[in-house]
């Protein structure tokens, strides 16, 4: 007679062991729940298509996709002066390089998606965990449901535009802004693996936890302290789990995994002088990123109720293996902040100790959600007396109802970017430009490096990070600024000959209604929208 071996409780349920021959044997053959793993597969893709993503090359990746843009040698980006300068995501910039080159466009979608399921599934499996929620029951597909809808791109249209809220209601972005998830893909991303590794610790795989902090890091340095924050929860359970000497080989570990993108930013980004330092980095601060990098600027309502909401879950967490994990992040976080605060230190505001946020305010949403779902279970009486296949069927056309909207939602998105005023202009620098054309065009015009593969003088949007770099950065947008903000066509003219002879410019880009056409220089293109126009060839510098 053969006994049943218990499933343990944290077992996950998709996936069966079969019964041991004998206690010697180091794994045991699996069985695999193919239905479950079928629906928790399509679940995974209903959130990633149901949160959506921005049409390419737009928003932040047209700073973070332009050096391996360049490397791939798309148009004419080898010789945009940006795509010159030192990288700070390089393995993000490989990346991008060899997706183009071997995969085509298309496949950045489809890495953004296979990343949001992964998302998706991390923290469900995160709740599953923690709080004992069954893969099967409908609490875990209503969780599921509440999960996919603050996450989708129906929500951010009703807070946005259907809701006229005095705060920011986004509970999945952090401080300043701050998020893992974003519109498109780009290296902030990466910080998905933060969320991985919080996974392998409560399963307690802890070098797999370890591995998935360097990988968020070696894509954004920016993690490093919130993976250093992590590493000392999971540095403080080994030691009180396995003894000092493991912990020591644990931190030493960490601190071998997590040297090589430290190095590399040192190497790459440290002064070059004192003074050129501080200057590059009161650029940043005052002028480009105080969004980001001041709270005095950034700081608001919507952060206090994002600090609430993490407190709160931390509270709920007491006295569970997952405490640590929220508590001393939040802590060093808070007490870097303060101290930034009272010193104002450009140099400690500029490692963004507020970033921790972004993994933790999507984590503390999680958690409150998975006890909000355990208490409707057991205290709400319409839940109890509501049958189950009355309620499978509500969240499944709740289901049905985010994917027609969001589809509706992605569908205008598109629309919108191809009746962009700038797109036939795009269109038409694409077709004609040459390998050693340089444009000068609007400052806010961010689309058009990418957009139309064209070496450009300088543009808002996108800047580099070595300190003399940001600095010659600065230099061109303020020369840019000072031409098409200046209605004196003689100064004007002047300003532009300074601007093609220092930064080989060959076209010039203006509103249609500018009227800015200058002697030696041709008009190439006219909708209406902008103009193009180049140097003539036998013009005179």
Request: hydrophobic share 50%; glycine share 4%.
């Given at each position: 007679?053969?006994?049943?071996?218990?499933?343990?409780?944290?077992?996950?349920?998709?996936?069966?062991?079969?019964?041991?021959?004998?206690?010697?044997?180091?794994?045991?053959?699996?069985?695999?729940?193919?239905?479950?793993?079928?629906?928790?597969?399509?679940?995974?893709?209903?959130?990633?298509?149901?949160?959506?993503?921005?049409p390419l090359y737009s928003s932040n990746?047209?700073?973070?996709?332009?050096?391996?843009?360049?490397?791939?040698?798309?148009?004419?980006?080898?010789?945009?002066?940006?795509?010159?300068?030192?990288?700070?995501?390089?393995?993000?910039?490989?990346?991008?390089?060899?997706?183009?080159?071997?995969?085509?466009?298309?496949?950045?979608?489809?890495?953004?998606?296979?990343?949001?399921?992964?998302?998706?599934?991390?923290?469900?499996?995160?709740?599953?965990?923690?709080?004992?929620?069954?893969?099967?029951?409908?609490?875990?597909?209503?969780?599921?449901?509440?999960?996919?809808?603050?996450?989708?791109?129906?929500?951010?249209?009703?807070?946005?535009?259907?809701?006229?809220?005095?705060?920011?209601?986004?509970?999945?972005?952090?401080?300043?802004?701050?998020?893992?998830?974003?519109?498109?893909?780009?290296?902030?991303?990466?910080?998905?693996?933060?969320?991985?590794?919080?996974?392998?610790?409560?399963?307690?795989?802890?070098?797999?936890?370890?591995?998935?902090?360097?990988?968020?890091?070696?894509?954004?340095?920016?993690?490093?302290?919130?993976?250093?924050?992590?590493?000392?929860?999971?540095?403080?359970?080994?030691?009180?789990?396995?003894?000092?000497?493991?912990?020591?080989?644990?931190?030493?570990?960490?601190?071998?995994?997590?040297?090589?993108?430290?190095?590399?930013?040192?190497?790459?980004?440290?002064?070059?002088?004192?003074?050129?330092?501080?200057?590059?980095?009161?650029?940043?601060?005052?002028?480009?990123?105080?969004?980001?990098?001041?709270?005095?600027?950034?700081?608001?309502?919507?952060?206090?109720?994002?600090?609430?909401?993490?407190?709160?879950?931390?509270?709920?967490?007491?006295?569970?293996?997952?405490?640590?994990?929220?508590?001393?992040?939040?802590?060093?976080?808070?007490?870097?902040?303060?101290?930034?605060?009272?010193?104002?230190?450009?140099?400690?505001?500029?490692?963004?100790?507020?970033?921790?946020?972004?993994?933790?305010?999507?984590?503390?949403?999680?958690?409150?959600?998975?006890?909000?779902?355990?208490f409707a279970k057991s205290k709400a009486?319409?839940?109890?007396?509501?049958?189950?296949?009355?309620?499978?069927?509500?969240?499944?056309?709740?289901?049905?109802?985010?994917?027609?909207?969001?589809?509706?939602?992605?569908?205008?998105?598109?629309?919108?970017?191809?009746?962009?005023?700038?797109?036939?202009?795009?269109?038409?620098?694409?077709?004609?430009?040459?390998?050693?054309?340089?444009?000068?065009?609007?400052?806010?015009?961010?689309?058009?490096?990418?957009?139309?593969?064209?070496?450009?003088?300088?543009?808002?949007?996108?800047?580099?990070?070595?300190?003399?770099?940001?600095?010659?950065?600065?230099?061109?947008?303020?020369?840019?600024?000072?031409?098409?903000?200046?209605?004196?066509?003689?100064?004007?003219?002047?300003?532009?000959?300074?601007?093609?002879?220092?930064?080989?410019?060959?076209?010039?880009?203006?509103?249609?209604?500018?009227?800015?056409?200058?002697?030696?220089?041709?008009?190439?293109?006219?909708?209406?929208?902008?103009?193009?126009?180049?140097?003539?060839?036998?013009?005179?510098?």
């Amino acid at each position: 007679m053969h006994c049943q071996t218990p499933r343990a409780d944290n077992q996950p349920t998709f996936v069966k062991h079969s019964q041991p021959k004998h206690i010697g044997r180091l794994a045991a053959p699996l069985k695999v729940n193919w239905p479950l793993l079928g629906s928790l597969i399509l679940l995974t893709l209903v959130f990633a298509f149901t949160h959506g993503q921005h049409p390419l090359y737009s928003s932040n990746q047209n700073t973070y996709f332009l050096h391996g843009l360049a490397d791939a040698g798309m148009g004419a980006l080898h010789n945009d002066w940006l795509a010159q300068t030192a990288d700070p995501f390089p393995l993000f910039s490989a990346l991008v390089r060899y997706s183009y080159q071997y995969c085509g466009a298309w496949f950045f979608y489809a890495l953004y998606s296979a990343l949001l399921a992964l998302y998706c599934f991390t923290m469900l499996f995160i709740a599953h965990f923690q709080f004992k929620i069954s893969w099967r029951s409908q609490s875990f597909y209503l969780l599921a449901l509440m999960w996919v809808l603050f996450h989708s791109a129906s929500y951010s249209y009703l807070t946005g535009h259907g809701l006229a809220m005095a705060v920011d209601l986004n509970p999945t972005v952090g401080l300043a802004g701050q998020y893992v998830l974003g519109p498109v893909l780009q290296p902030s991303v990466f910080g998905i693996f933060l969320l991985v590794s919080i996974a392998f610790y409560v399963r307690q795989a802890r070098v797999y936890a370890l591995l998935c902090l360097a990988v968020a890091v070696a894509m954004h340095s920016s993690y490093l302290l919130s993976a250093v924050s992590l590493a000392l929860v999971y540095c403080f359970d080994f030691y009180t789990t396995k003894g000092g000497r493991s912990a020591a080989a644990y931190a030493a570990l960490a601190s071998l995994l997590f040297a090589p993108g430290l190095i590399y930013a040192v190497l790459n980004f440290g002064p070059s002088s004192a003074v050129t330092f501080s200057e590059a980095q009161q650029i940043l601060l005052e002028q480009r990123i105080p969004h980001h990098a001041d709270p005095r600027h950034w700081f608001g309502w919507d952060d206090v109720a994002k600090l609430i909401l993490i407190l709160s879950a931390t509270a709920v967490l007491r006295r569970t293996r997952l405490f640590a994990v929220l508590a001393l992040p939040l802590g060093i976080g808070a007490l870097l902040t303060l101290v930034q605060v009272v010193t104002a230190s450009t140099s400690l505001a500029l490692l963004f100790p507020w970033r921790v946020s972004a993994f933790l305010t999507p984590l503390a949403l999680l958690i409150l959600l998975s006890r909000l779902v355990l208490f409707a279970k057991s205290k709400a009486s319409a839940l109890k007396r509501l049958r189950a296949p009355r309620l499978t069927i509500a969240i499944a056309v709740l289901f049905l109802l985010l994917i027609a909207h969001n589809a509706v939602i992605t569908a205008k998105r598109f629309e919108r970017a191809r009746k962009d005023p700038a797109a036939a202009l795009y269109s038409f620098v694409k077709r004609h430009m040459q390998a050693t054309d340089v444009y000068l065009i609007p400052p806010g015009l961010e689309d058009f490096r990418l957009q139309s593969g064209a070496a450009i003088v300088v543009d808002y949007k996108s800047h580099p990070y070595r300190d003399k770099e940001l600095i010659d950065w600065w230099e061109r947008l303020r020369r840019v600024r000072g031409f098409y903000d200046n209605e004196d066509p003689s100064e004007a003219a002047i300003l532009l000959r300074t601007i093609a002879r220092e930064y080989s410019a060959t076209h010039y880009v203006v509103p249609s209604d500018a009227s800015m056409t200058l002697p030696g220089y041709e008009v190439l293109f006219n909708d209406g929208h902008y103009t193009l126009l180049q140097r003539a060839r036998k013009s005179e510098e």
